[in-house]
């Protein structure tokens, strides 16, 4: 059986698929939330989100981490322990 190739990161700068330009970087940024958990909405902000933005058109990109750090927010918010916490 092969082992499975490690995750790879595109490297930065990264094409921009609004503007066309090649000007996508990494970057935190002050974020208001919306989710809707257990059939309620839920509002919170969080201070430095970690996101993949634009520079010259400031269109904003979410990744995997980016939602690992909403719903770590979410669970901070509700004071519900994270799966790692539910283990012990």
């Known amino acids: 059986m092969r082992k499975p190739l490690p995750a790879r990161n595109k490297p930065f700068p990264r ?8 000007q996508v970087y990494p970057a935190k940024i002050p974020y208001d939330a919306e989710v809707k958990h257990d059939g309620r909405m839920y509002s919170f902000q969080i201070p430095a989100l970690e996101v993949n933005k634009c520079a010259p058109c400031g269109e904003i990109f979410f990744s995997n981490v980016t939602d690992d750090q909403i ?3 979410l669970r901070e918010h509700l004071g519900l322990l994270s799966p790692t916490q539910s283990e012990k």
Request: aromatic letters at 0%; a negative charge; glycine letters at 10%.
């Open 15 to 22: 094409l921009c698929p609004e503007c066309g330009q090649t």
């Open 71 to 73: 719903s770590q927010a």
